[in-house]
């Protein structure tokens, strides 16, 4: 199977204009996430479903007009086909990256199946191909990965402000942070089992 590669990249989206074309359930939930991370969000679409209303955007009512992407940073096109390939040219006449939902043809953007665990945002792609096999790598990665990853970035943070002070080299860095990781690791087992001894005792 002859498929290019792609460049995977996370993008900074707050206060930026981002267009959303198509106003069904699965638009709104692009609409959501978009919001989440603080998009300023235009929705354009003759009709607008429930959910979709639900949410702080801003909402034409009517069909897409490519000067709607005027200074737009990105571009969501979930309507019928022939509209997402109206869409995906005029993105690609401003120079904007356009996610076409379950259209990958027009497509310039996939948006990949996502995994959060506090500031740790894993990405899964499969070039747009086959979004099943990226939901179900998602969730057996969110089944796989620690709970406390969030816990990994508190102390790769503060292990890295002592790092640089000291002029730590990059690529001693990683062995560090998994030595203090299985330090961490161990001294909450040795609470736990502490704590497992005292209830033990207590019933005693």
Known sequence: MDVKPLFPVFLKLGARRVVVVGAGPVAAGKAAGLVAVGASVMVV????CDAMQELPVTIARRGFRPSD??????VVAAAPAEVNRAVAAAAADRQIFVNAVDDPAPASA???SVVLRGP?????STS???PAVAGLLREALDALLPTDLERWVDEAVRARVVWKRDGVPMEARRG???DRLNEL???RRSADSA????????RR
């Not at 992407?69 to 990105?74: E, G, K, T, V």
């Not at 740790?120 to 899964?124: E, F, G, H, S």
Request: proline share 3%; net charge negative; aromatic share 12%.
């Open 45 to 48: 679409a003759p009709d607008i």
């Open 69 to 74: 992407l005027d200074d737009a940073w990105y």
């Open 110 to 112: 996939y948006a990949g």
């Open 120 to 124: 740790v945002t894993l990405a899964i």
């Open 128 to 130: 747009g191909l086959a």
């Open 176 to 178: 560090r942070l998994l």
């Open 185 to 187: 690791y161990r001294s």
């Open 195 to 202: 704590e497992l001894e005292q209830v033990a005792g207590d």
